[in-house]
């Protein structure tokens, strides 16, 4: 998958969970800080990643999940890994 597509379809997945218009962040946005995303809403990221792309992700990988660029990281390291 080309990282551009890959980028663009978790923001969609980002925007939509937090209620957000996807033109407000990029990739270096920080989610808690800038955004006030909290532990339910980056676990509703992880599960939306997680059912686009048919993947499991261990929760303990949350911590990874803290602007878009790292979200993106860490799907495709499980999408590539399947």
Request: hydrophobic share 40%.
């Amino acid at each position: 998958m080309e990282q551009d597509q890959l980028f663009s379809e978790i923001k969609k997945i980002v925007a939509y969970v937090i209620e957000v218009d996807e033109n407000e962040f990029d990739g270096e946005t920080k989610f808690v800080d800038d955004l006030g995303v909290d532990s339910m809403m980056a676990l509703e990221i992880l599960v939306g990643i997680e059912k686009k792309y048919k993947v499991k992700i261990p929760e303990d990988r949350l911590e990874n999940i803290t602007n878009l660029n790292e979200s993106v990281a860490l799907a495709r390291e499980f999408i590539e890994g399947k």
